[in-house]
């Protein structure tokens, strides 16, 4: 199998957003400001990455999915490593990223692409749920 992790375009539109979380022209803003990345297996999207500036500076991994069908495959771990070069490239030393707290699964994801805890915000998502906060070193 293999994985081709590219820039979204204008197309990739309803696929790059349907978590359903994010307003439709915010997903249009992220792909044309280069913020969203698409993987493909046999020129099929499969999964997306969608990255924020904190503060205007700070990439942040505001999402990242995989269809169901196609995890646990590498798709995460090739669209992240496209990030990071990318965000290398251009002179950022930290990622950071996020979960919810009532979900471990995604938790471990991040501790075994490398990210370590650094924070967390209670109450902030429905039903109350806090968030957990992530970071990982790009550089020594």
Not at 42 to 58: H, K, S
Not at 86 to 109: I, N, T
Not at 116 to 132: A, F, S, T
């Amino acid at each position: 199998m293999g994985i081709r992790v590219r820039a979204a375009r204008g197309e990739d539109l309803s696929f790059v957003g349907q978590d359903g979380y994010t307003d439709p022209a915010a997903v249009a803003h992220s792909i044309e400001q280069g913020r969203a990345l698409v993987a493909e297996v046999d020129g099929t999207a499969v999964g997306y990455l969608r990255v924020e500036l904190l503060w205007g500076t700070q990439p942040y991994i505001a999402l990242i999915r995989v269809l169901p069908p196609h995890r646990r495959q590498g798709v995460g771990r090739a669209l992240l490593a496209h990030l990071e070069d990318a965000l290398r490239k251009d002179g950022h030393a930290v990622l950071l990223s996020s979960s919810q707290a009532d979900e471990p699964e995604p938790q471990a994801w991040h501790r075994r692409m490398g990210f370590e805890e650094c924070g967390i915000i209670n109450g902030i998502n429905q039903g109350g749920v806090g968030e957990v906060f992530f970071r990982k070193r790009l550089r020594g």
